[in-house]
């Protein structure tokens, strides 16, 4: 979940969806951006703190089995952990659920290729987004002035405080994702 993005996007997509958060909760604000989005979503967020290499075999064997049209695995950025999260997923998806995989740049996406290359998964569209491209950027609020920034001010005070543009952290490579659904399903 880290700082939550993905899963408010996900959770404003439909009124009735619920999203399932596995996070190590490392970073001093996870645990802040988690309760925040449970105040925005009331009852539709629940965070599972841990690693998700022992907590998602539990809740997919338990209350997820079957339950998810969804899902997104952007955990460990490196093989063994993308090839973990994709198996241990696998029996919380519901027929015919969509997974989106991120950062296939990285040695994860290594491992979302072997599954496809295993019959584990099928791509039905991959993206990849050049350096320096537009949506390889994010776009961020700067500040007008120096002023440290409160936290949940109106967008009003927020666009008089700060302008909007365009950065590239992540400007020195490319990024790319992938939605995928599993293949050779039992039960489908």
Not at 41 to 49: C, D, L, N
Not at 86 to 92: D, L, S
């Amino acid at each position: 979940m880290n700082a939550g993005f993905s899963t408010v996007a996900a959770l404003m997509l439909h009124p009735e969806m619920h999203a399932h958060s596995f996070d190590l909760l490392e970073w001093r604000y996870t645990p802040v951006v988690a309760d925040f989005i449970s105040t925005l979503f009331p009852g539709r967020h629940r965070v599972h703190a841990g690693s998700s290499f022992k907590l998602l075999p539990k809740f997919a064997a338990g209350e997820g089995r079957g339950t998810c049209d969804a899902a997104l695995i952007d955990g460990a950025h490196t093989f063994d952990g993308a090839a973990k999260d994709i198996a241990n997923m696998r029996p919380a998806r519901r027929c015919k659920s969509v997974v989106f995989l991120d950062d296939l740049d990285s040695p994860a996406g290594k491992a979302v290729h072997e599954a496809v290359k295993q019959g584990t998964l099928e791509i039905l569209q991959e993206f990849e987004f050049p350096a320096r491209s537009i949506p390889s950027c994010m776009r961020m609020y700067n500040p007008k002035k120096k002023r440290k920034p409160k936290f949940l001010e109106s967008v009003a005070a927020v666009e008089a405080a700060y302008t909007l543009e365009w950065d590239c952290p992540t400007s020195d490579r490319a990024w790319s994702f992938a939605i995928a659904r599993y293949r050779n399903l039992a039960d489908c």
